[in-house]
């Protein structure tokens, strides 16, 4: 489909191929639409339009590459659905665009942290507003546009009745921070593995986690390695809280700690001349 970009109440067209950035943040999806396309499910709507041939109809966040830059805006969800923008006094359109995807938030505060739909021809960061557009005293809803100005004097620009507008107050878009879940083992099964260099003769001993009981310790097997002046002792735990622990060989302290996770194999080394630790 060729994309149109127009400057709205102008007769001057301009078609261009449409070359989209990857999200900005690791939660924001942009999807690639059109104007032939329904809004994706879960876009994020920005306002609704008021007192205008378009009232009632929902704004969401879109953007546009255009000019070098990629200049986020409003997606017009009427019979004729489009990308409206802001853009060298202007107020631009395209029948191409992304959408925003995403379960954040509208909010005022500073631009740290808030989420970047774009950028200008130099690379300069463009965050995504809100604002009321109000037009000679009159309440047209709330729409979507690009942060821009300088440090301390920023508005938010919104193309709106063919002119590139900028309001202010505004709202910027943030991401809900990811909460991953705690993971949860219950109780696990893990395998130790007990190295006793210079240790007494090999033969049968009895190990466990310190804290638990000493039924849990499980079925143990010796090996002898007497070219290597070391025992080697494993067994396979059940029904284990996760944790870490010390390990008690035959009565004493092991001079090493083991943590156990779901399904791991822990080793657990005692040191030369480290018998009694």
Request: glycine share 14%; charged share 15%.
């Amino acid at each position: 489909m060729t994309n149109l970009l127009a400057r709205i109440g102008r007769t001057a067209l301009v078609a261009m191929c449409l070359i989209f950035l990857g999200s900005s943040a690791a939660h924001a999806r942009w999807v690639s639409s059109d104007s032939s396309k329904p809004v994706p499910q879960g876009a994020v709507k920005s306002g609704t339009e008021q007192n205008n041939i378009n009232a009632g109809v929902n704004l969401y966040v879109c953007r546009v590459a255009f000019q070098g830059g990629v200049h986020p805006g409003k997606l017009i969800d009427s019979s004729w659905r489009r990308c409206n923008f802001g853009w060298g006094g202007d107020e631009w359109y395209s029948l191409s665009y992304e959408v925003l995807i995403d379960n954040g938030t509208w909010n005022t505060g500073s631009p740290s942290g808030a989420l970047i739909g774009g950028h200008e021809a130099d690379g300069a960061p463009l965050y995504i507003c809100r604002a009321t557009v109000t037009v000679d005293g009159i309440d047209h809803g709330t729409a979507s546009g690009k942060l821009v100005g300088n440090i301390g004097a920023q508005v938010c620009s919104i193309g709106y009745g063919g002119a590139e507008r900028t309001f202010s107050p505004y709202m910027l878009f943030y991401e809900t921070p990811e909460v991953k879940p705690t993971p949860t083992f219950g109780n696990v099964d893990a395998f130790i593995v007990i190295d006793v260099y210079n240790g007494p003769n090999c033969g049968t001993g009895r190990f466990w986690l310190e804290g638990q009981p000493q039924e849990v310790s499980g079925q143990y097997s010796a090996g002898s390695y007497p070219g290597f002046g070391h025992c080697s002792y494993r067994a396979f735990f059940t029904n284990v809280n996760p944790g870490r622990y010390r390990v008690i060989f035959d009565g004493y302290n092991a001079c090493d700690s083991t943590t156990v996770t779901a399904g791991n194999v822990s080793y657990v080394n005692l040191a030369p001349n480290r018998w009694y630790c």
